[in-house]
């Protein structure tokens, strides 16, 4: 088992390395013209371009340039040229806000997932079933971000149940924090319901003809002890996996979306108005730390699923 | 009965026998030599662990030198427990799998390390009947193009192929109009007919089959060997008939190889092997075969071996069947006992051989196909049991 | 479209639904695809939805002759001061707060107008286009990208596999919209050049290749997972064992098992990168204006949805149909193929 981590892990390091190495082709090799034009932003002055230029090594070789991109991104060395603020700080600011959105989704669309999901699957073949299937399925077809505005317009705007958007600290008041983040924490989550729910529902329903729980049926367990007990376990460790992988996934990127059309202040808000601009660096350090976030929650999941499952686990 | 080889495939160029042999470069034609041989044949495969490149770590002694050699129309039977390596060895003669050491000839050309290109020409003439009738058929594919893809591959044209594919229906005793059907329309021991079917496109000379019959109830056991040995006949086709089971082999085959852990225990003409199993191993196999009759099998002495068979990775010295072996010594631990052979072309590895008299084993002498791990240490007349242990019938 | 609980219970060793299928309506010769397209047949709400869906499309192909003959006017022309008369009373377009005309039902601004008084239907068949030609193109790449890469990794083991497989877990660490924002955000400057081909920043072939580049992960690792246990069943090792050579097995005996899960993920495939592509429009690393895309209509909408709403809601609608009818039929499809699979498209 511990082989198995510290491969793990080092093949964790070695991924992260590759991405660092695509984000730097992505944002400074693929494209055409003159990377340091790119992240001057509009309009720059001839000096603020060489100034750039000697800053980035652009005009150095491939190596030097990686090198000097990824110190000034992991020492906090970046700065935004059009705002003129650094982009860590606007990280660290925003973080908490993105990871009570993340969190909270996440939470709210497991739970609601299984219950559907499970649901669905005892019902199976019915007109619950199929209703619930055609919800499943209009949810994943809705764009996240139209419908958390038409969410905010018209329950927060127009009827205010709830408020227009903007977040609350929630050391400052965790009521109001909880109530300002209940529309953004749906509109999230739908999404993902209507996926969850589906996988849960197939994996249940292979699970139910399965010999052992045929097993604890005819040994006279009730009906209910048998779904949970027995048929939700195994359903659930696919679930959890996926779960996980889509917690890094939600933080990483989905928020972006929510954040912006909810106007949280977030880091994907803060990535989304960078990339509105055509901001590289902010844009350039939120994508490496995006992926950098999924590749650890990646292994972290791996590592986990192969101490629950022991059927994966090597020699 | 009508002879397959006339007709339209006259044309084409390599269904020649004497074309072929020609290409082998001189290899006799006077029909002694063999058709196939391996020879001190190991085939090991790496068990791979480590950090961060795998590194072979340990080898699984799948095949652990055997020599065998199958003269033309011929039937070979090679008999086993699961995990003696005989797979295996059916697996490398066809070059689907890549050995470690040793020869493998097809009609004197070696082709122990023939690539695809090599093996080419030489596929028309070796094919293979697969154990599982489930999984050894392409579910998607209609039945006539299953059978017809050897025929396609080795350039023969769409026009010819489908009366060709009728007529091998017909001949394993299916229906012509079922070429269009689907595998999972059929039965088990039908859908190994048209394995069979397929194995007999080409016409080829050898016809390796890996356990054909394990798979099928046994009723159809007995249809299915009854047509292979009709075909034999027809088709002039020599076999290697890989099989778990004695009872099965007894019928088809020429000759027995008797396989334990990647390594020959015995070789002996059929009825024989039956009649006088030298190698203690036969005897437990052939005492674990039923009797129908209760009162039969109640009087017959079984041997019984106790345990699992040892890991193939880790092989035990000296005789590899000696942790098992009700009549092992210390002899048996140490030293691993050459292949002697005894009268009638009857080969046996065992320092304490069964069913010989102490006059025949003192004449043994040391074959040419014994492992080259064996010693030379032939079993003394005295340490030989005549006993009635083992009796096959 | 929810599966039957007795079929599912019918869990035979090793048999494809499709082959019990066939046994049990004693059909003969009767491959999976006749099969499958008579249970799609019987299946009235997949079938109407993919019918939905060809004819929103069809709508869309139509633009030009809708801009043409009905609402004479093109999708980037302001009418910022034209008038137009609606029952009787003469309207401004654009009135002199700035909110533009609601949906007047009529040839001209037949759903209203935007902010720079250009007709919101005729944005929307045109946006139409442009988003659906951009997902369905994407996806198409995608699919070509994710058979041949499943192909190599999942048949050749050893050294292509690997190379393979570390390529597609790398693109996996990227979220979709992060890494398809990256993406065009760095393309959409300046373009980019590869060897011979120059793709100016405004191209849509950004937002295609982008969108196709950021799914392949998603498609070619369950391929390459079916390809892997293919190459273990005995029918190829026949295939391999009569000469057939690694490039023919892999197209003749392994792919054609793979065509059901290929086409049931490309429908789910085309749905995503519809959506895909209109968040990053919406961002405003997709398509980029004034091309108009179904995102950046409903990023003009968001922006001012308090004081005219029909801006965002109709292009949020005319998606929200198109991907789900397309999801619709994919899951129509998926049942067809087998009603068994646990085929998903991982998110």
Redesign the interface.
Same mark, same amino acid.
């Not at chain 1, 198995?4 to 390395?17: A, G, H, K, N, T």
């Not at chain 1, 505005?149 to 903007?166: D, E, I």
């Not at chain 1, 779960?243 to 939600?250: H, M, P, S, T, Y």
């Given at each position: 088992m511990r082989r198995f981590i510290v491969r793990r892990v080092i093949q964790m390091v070695l991924v992260m390395f590759a991405v660092s190495v695509l984000v730097f082709l992505i944002f400074n090799v693929i494209p055409n013209g003159d990377p340091a034009v790119r992240m001057a932003g509009r309009q720059p002055t001839e000096t603020q371009i060489e100034a750039i230029r000697k800053e980035w090594g652009f005009d150095e070789n491939i190596v030097v340039q990686y090198t000097t991109t990824m110190k000034k991104v992991f020492t906090g060395d970046l700065k935004s040229y059009f705002t003129q603020l650094p982009v860590d700080e606007e990280i660290k600011k925003g973080l908490p806000r993105t990871l009570s959105l993340a969190i909270g989704a996440a939470i709210l669309w497991m739970v609601v997932a299984i219950c559907f999901g499970l649901y669905s699957a005892v019902k199976a073949g019915r007109f619950a079933d199929r209703f619930l299937t055609i919800i499943a399925l209009i949810g994943i077809s809705l764009p996240v971000f139209w419908i958390g505005a038409l969410l905010n317009h018209y329950l927060g705007f127009k009827l205010g149940w709830f408020p227009n958007g903007g977040y609350v600290e929630f050391t400052k008041d965790p009521v109001d924090w909880f109530y300002h983040l209940i529309l953004p924490w749906t509109t999230l989550a739908i999404l993902f319901i209507g996926f969850y729910s589906r996988v849960l529902r197939s994996n249940v329903l292979d699970t139910i003809n399965e010999d052992y729980v045929r097993t604890a049926r005819a040994k006279g367990l009730s009906e209910r002890r048998v779904m949970v007990r027995h048929v939700l376990r195994t359903s659930m460790i696919p679930i959890v996996t996926l779960w996980g992988l889509d917690f890094g996934a939600v933080v990483a990127g989905g928020a972006v979306l929510t954040e912006t059309v909810f106007d949280l202040q977030g880091v994907g808000q803060y990535a989304a108005e960078a990339i509105g601009q055509l901001d590289v660096p902010p844009v350039l350090a939120t994508t490496m730390f995006a992926a950098f976030f999924i590749v650890v929650v990646n292994a972290i999941v791996d590592i986990l699923y192969a101490y629950l499952d022991p059927r994966i686990r090597p020699q | 009965m009508t002879q397959h080889r006339s007709g339209p495939e006259q044309a084409r160029p390599l269904a020649n026998v004497e074309t072929t042999q020609a290409e082998a470069g001189g290899a006799s034609t006077d029909g002694s030599a063999p058709l196939v041989e391996v020879e001190h044949l190991k085939v090991f495969f790496p068990i791979k662990s480590g950090l961060f490149f795998d590194r072979e770590v340990a080898r699984v002694h799948a095949v652990n030198d055997v020599t065998l050699s199958i003269a033309e129309g011929e039937t070979m039977g090679l008999v086993g427990e699961s995990g003696c390596g005989k797979t295996t060895i059916s697996r490398a003669i066809m070059r689907l799998v890549d050995s470690t050491e040793g020869a493998i000839r097809f009609r004197g050309q070696d082709v122990t390390h023939a690539g695809r290109r090599r093996m080419e020409p030489l596929r028309r003439e070796m094919q293979m009947v697969f154990q599982d009738p489930f999984a050894s058929l392409n579910p998607r594919k209609r039945v006539g193009q299953i059978i017809g893809l050897p025929l396609r591959l080795h350039g023969s044209e769409r026009k010819e192929i489908e009366p060709q594919v009728r007529e091998l229906l017909a001949r394993v005793g299916l229906h012509k109009e079922h070429v269009n059907r689907f595998p999972h329309e059929f039965s088990g021991g039908q859908r190994q007919r048209i394995g069979v079917a397929r194995a007999l496109a080409l016409e080829p000379r050898l016809i390796v089959l890996d356990e054909p019959v394990s798979a099928l109830d046994v009723s159809v056991q007995a249809q299915i060997i009854n047509l292979l040995d009709d075909l034999q006949d027809d088709f002039k086709l020599t076999y290697l008939f890989v099989a778990h089971d004695l009872s099965v082999v007894r019928h088809v085959s020429d000759r027995i190889a008797v396989m334990y852990l990647g390594k020959l225990m015995e070789v002996s003409p059929a009825e024989e092997l039956y009649t006088k199993p030298i190698h203690p191993y036969t005897s437990a196999l052939l005492s674990a075969i039923p009797i129908p009759d209760p009162e039969e099998n109640r009087r017959r002495e079984r041997m019984v071996v106790s345990g699992e068979p040892p890991n193939p990775i880790n092989p035990p010295s000296g005789c590899v069947f000696h942790t098992r072996c009700p009549r092992a010594t210390d002899v048996c631990r140490t030293l691993e006992p050459p292949l002697a052979r005894y009268p009638n072309g009857h080969l046996a590895a065992c320092h304490h051989p069964m069913n010989v008299s102490p006059e025949e084993v003192k004449a043994t002498e040391k074959d040419r196909t014994s492992p080259l791990s064996a010693g030379d240490e032939l079993p003394a007349a005295s340490g030989a049991n005549g006993s009635g242990l083992g009796d096959g019938h | 479209?929810?599966? $039957? +609980?007795l079929a $599912?219970?019918a869990?035979l060793q090793?048999? %494809?639904a499709w082959?019990q299928e *066939? %046994?049990r309506e004693r059909a003969?010769?009767i491959? +999976?695809w006749r099969l499958a397209l008579r249970r799609l047949r019987r299946n009235k709400v997949a079938l109407a939805f993919g019918f939905l869906f060809v004819l929103l499309v069809a709508c869309c192909v139509a633009a030009p002759l809708w801009a043409d003959r009905v609402a004479h006017t093109g999708p980037n022309e302001n009418h910022l001061s034209d008038t137009i008369r609606v029952g009787g009373e003469t309207k401004n377009v654009v009135g002199l707060d700035g909110i533009p005309i609601g949906p007047t039902w009529r040839g001209e601004f037949f759903l209203g107008a935007d902010s720079n008084g250009r007709d919101i239907m005729v944005r929307l068949l045109y946006g139409g286009r442009n988003s659906l030609l951009v997902g369905i193109s994407a996806a198409l790449i995608t699919t070509i990208l994710s058979i041949v890469l499943g192909l190599i990794a999942g048949y050749s083991h050893g050294a292509s596999d690997a190379a393979v497989s &570390?390529l597609l877990?790398?693109l996996w &660490?990227?979220? #979709?919209?992060?890494?398809g924002? /990256?993406?065009?955000? /760095?393309? *959409?400057?300046?373009?980019?050049?590869i060897g011979p081909f120059?793709v100016s920043g405004d191209s849509l072939l950004i937002p295609i290749f982008v969108i196709a580049i950021a799914y392949v992960p998603y498609m070619a690792r369950p391929l390459r997972g079916q390809v892997l246990s293919l190459r273990e069943? %005995?029918?190829v090792?026949?295939?391999? =064992?009569?000469?057939?050579?690694p490039l023919?097995i892999m197209f003749t %005996?392994v792919l054609?098992?793979l065509t059901s899960t290929i086409l049931v993920f490309s429908t789910l495939l085309i *749905?995503n990168a519809v959506?895909l592509e /209109? =968040?990053l429009s919406? @961002?405003? /690393?997709g398509i980029r204006p004034p091309n108009p895309s179904w995102g950046t209509m409903?990023d003009d909408? #968001?922006d001012r949805?308090?004081t005219a709403?029909h801006l =965002?809601?109709v292009p949020?609608a005319m @998606?929200?149909l198109t991907? @789900?009818s397309l999801? #619709?039929l994919g $899951?129509g499809v998926r049942d067809a193929l087998d009603p068994r699979a646990?085929v998903?498209l991982?998110?």
């Amino acid at each position: 088992m511990r082989r198995f981590i510290v491969r793990r892990v080092i093949q964790m390091v070695l991924v992260m390395f590759a991405v660092s190495v695509l984000v730097f082709l992505i944002f400074n090799v693929i494209p055409n013209g003159d990377p340091a034009v790119r992240m001057a932003g509009r309009q720059p002055t001839e000096t603020q371009i060489e100034a750039i230029r000697k800053e980035w090594g652009f005009d150095e070789n491939i190596v030097v340039q990686y090198t000097t991109t990824m110190k000034k991104v992991f020492t906090g060395d970046l700065k935004s040229y059009f705002t003129q603020l650094p982009v860590d700080e606007e990280i660290k600011k925003g973080l908490p806000r993105t990871l009570s959105l993340a969190i909270g989704a996440a939470i709210l669309w497991m739970v609601v997932a299984i219950c559907f999901g499970l649901y669905s699957a005892v019902k199976a073949g019915r007109f619950a079933d199929r209703f619930l299937t055609i919800i499943a399925l209009i949810g994943i077809s809705l764009p996240v971000f139209w419908i958390g505005a038409l969410l905010n317009h018209y329950l927060g705007f127009k009827l205010g149940w709830f408020p227009n958007g903007g977040y609350v600290e929630f050391t400052k008041d965790p009521v109001d924090w909880f109530y300002h983040l209940i529309l953004p924490w749906t509109t999230l989550a739908i999404l993902f319901i209507g996926f969850y729910s589906r996988v849960l529902r197939s994996n249940v329903l292979d699970t139910i003809n399965e010999d052992y729980v045929r097993t604890a049926r005819a040994k006279g367990l009730s009906e209910r002890r048998v779904m949970v007990r027995h048929v939700l376990r195994t359903s659930m460790i696919p679930i959890v996996t996926l779960w996980g992988l889509d917690f890094g996934a939600v933080v990483a990127g989905g928020a972006v979306l929510t954040e912006t059309v909810f106007d949280l202040q977030g880091v994907g808000q803060y990535a989304a108005e960078a990339i509105g601009q055509l901001d590289v660096p902010p844009v350039l350090a939120t994508t490496m730390f995006a992926a950098f976030f999924i590749v650890v929650v990646n292994a972290i999941v791996d590592i986990l699923y192969a101490y629950l499952d022991p059927r994966i686990r090597p020699q | 009965m009508t002879q397959h080889r006339s007709g339209p495939e006259q044309a084409r160029p390599l269904a020649n026998v004497e074309t072929t042999q020609a290409e082998a470069g001189g290899a006799s034609t006077d029909g002694s030599a063999p058709l196939v041989e391996v020879e001190h044949l190991k085939v090991f495969f790496p068990i791979k662990s480590g950090l961060f490149f795998d590194r072979e770590v340990a080898r699984v002694h799948a095949v652990n030198d055997v020599t065998l050699s199958i003269a033309e129309g011929e039937t070979m039977g090679l008999v086993g427990e699961s995990g003696c390596g005989k797979t295996t060895i059916s697996r490398a003669i066809m070059r689907l799998v890549d050995s470690t050491e040793g020869a493998i000839r097809f009609r004197g050309q070696d082709v122990t390390h023939a690539g695809r290109r090599r093996m080419e020409p030489l596929r028309r003439e070796m094919q293979m009947v697969f154990q599982d009738p489930f999984a050894s058929l392409n579910p998607r594919k209609r039945v006539g193009q299953i059978i017809g893809l050897p025929l396609r591959l080795h350039g023969s044209e769409r026009k010819e192929i489908e009366p060709q594919v009728r007529e091998l229906l017909a001949r394993v005793g299916l229906h012509k109009e079922h070429v269009n059907r689907f595998p999972h329309e059929f039965s088990g021991g039908q859908r190994q007919r048209i394995g069979v079917a397929r194995a007999l496109a080409l016409e080829p000379r050898l016809i390796v089959l890996d356990e054909p019959v394990s798979a099928l109830d046994v009723s159809v056991q007995a249809q299915i060997i009854n047509l292979l040995d009709d075909l034999q006949d027809d088709f002039k086709l020599t076999y290697l008939f890989v099989a778990h089971d004695l009872s099965v082999v007894r019928h088809v085959s020429d000759r027995i190889a008797v396989m334990y852990l990647g390594k020959l225990m015995e070789v002996s003409p059929a009825e024989e092997l039956y009649t006088k199993p030298i190698h203690p191993y036969t005897s437990a196999l052939l005492s674990a075969i039923p009797i129908p009759d209760p009162e039969e099998n109640r009087r017959r002495e079984r041997m019984v071996v106790s345990g699992e068979p040892p890991n193939p990775i880790n092989p035990p010295s000296g005789c590899v069947f000696h942790t098992r072996c009700p009549r092992a010594t210390d002899v048996c631990r140490t030293l691993e006992p050459p292949l002697a052979r005894y009268p009638n072309g009857h080969l046996a590895a065992c320092h304490h051989p069964m069913n010989v008299s102490p006059e025949e084993v003192k004449a043994t002498e040391k074959d040419r196909t014994s492992p080259l791990s064996a010693g030379d240490e032939l079993p003394a007349a005295s340490g030989a049991n005549g006993s009635g242990l083992g009796d096959g019938h | 479209m929810a599966t $039957d +609980p007795l079929a $599912d219970q019918a869990a035979l060793q090793g048999r %494809e639904a499709w082959e019990q299928e *066939a %046994e049990r309506e004693r059909a003969h010769g009767i491959g +999976p695809w006749r099969l499958a397209l008579r249970r799609l047949r019987r299946n009235k709400v997949a079938l109407a939805f993919g019918f939905l869906f060809v004819l929103l499309v069809a709508c869309c192909v139509a633009a030009p002759l809708w801009a043409d003959r009905v609402a004479h006017t093109g999708p980037n022309e302001n009418h910022l001061s034209d008038t137009i008369r609606v029952g009787g009373e003469t309207k401004n377009v654009v009135g002199l707060d700035g909110i533009p005309i609601g949906p007047t039902w009529r040839g001209e601004f037949f759903l209203g107008a935007d902010s720079n008084g250009r007709d919101i239907m005729v944005r929307l068949l045109y946006g139409g286009r442009n988003s659906l030609l951009v997902g369905i193109s994407a996806a198409l790449i995608t699919t070509i990208l994710s058979i041949v890469l499943g192909l190599i990794a999942g048949y050749s083991h050893g050294a292509s596999d690997a190379a393979v497989s &570390s390529l597609l877990d790398i693109l996996w &660490s990227f979220p #979709v919209v992060i890494l398809g924002v /990256a993406l065009g955000v /760095a393309l *959409a400057l300046d373009g980019v050049d590869i060897g011979p081909f120059s793709v100016s920043g405004d191209s849509l072939l950004i937002p295609i290749f982008v969108i196709a580049i950021a799914y392949v992960p998603y498609m070619a690792r369950p391929l390459r997972g079916q390809v892997l246990s293919l190459r273990e069943r %005995e029918f190829v090792e026949a295939a391999r =064992a009569q000469g057939a050579g690694p490039l023919r097995i892999m197209f003749t %005996e392994v792919l054609p098992s793979l065509t059901s899960t290929i086409l049931v993920f490309s429908t789910l495939l085309i *749905a995503n990168a519809v959506l895909l592509e /209109a =968040a990053l429009s919406f @961002l405003g /690393a997709g398509i980029r204006p004034p091309n108009p895309s179904w995102g950046t209509m409903i990023d003009d909408g #968001v922006d001012r949805i308090s004081t005219a709403p029909h801006l =965002a809601i109709v292009p949020g609608a005319m @998606l929200v149909l198109t991907v @789900l009818s397309l999801n #619709v039929l994919g $899951d129509g499809v998926r049942d067809a193929l087998d009603p068994r699979a646990n085929v998903r498209l991982e998110h």
